[in-house]
């Protein structure tokens, strides 16, 4: 299990890659790619050390790009 401060460190984290996608021309596929990459590699890895929290809409990628362990967590919580 993660600390807090470690926690919270991440979904910083995660919520400047989202901002960054958005922030991203569409046409830039291999940019977008790689940030969702990272982003799912994060969350995963944060998930995997028994993190249940639901993330800020502004944290959030679009469910289509959200890892499925997210979107499963999300459905127990009532989300997505």
């Not at 969702?36 to 028994?50: A, C, K, M, P, V």
């Not at 679009?62 to 979107?71: D, G, L, V």
């Amino acid at each position: 299990m993660l600390s807090k401060t470690e926690t919270d460190y991440i979904i910083i984290v995660l919520a400047e890659l989202a901002a960054r996608w958005r922030g991203l021309p569409e046409d830039d596929i291999i940019s977008n790619q790689t940030i969702i990459s990272h982003y799912n590699e994060l969350l995963r890895f944060l998930i995997h050390t028994g993190w249940d929290d639901g993330l800020s809409l502004e944290a959030e990628l679009p469910e289509e790009f959200m890892p499925k362990e997210y979107i499963e967590l999300a459905k127990e919580w009532g989300g997505m």
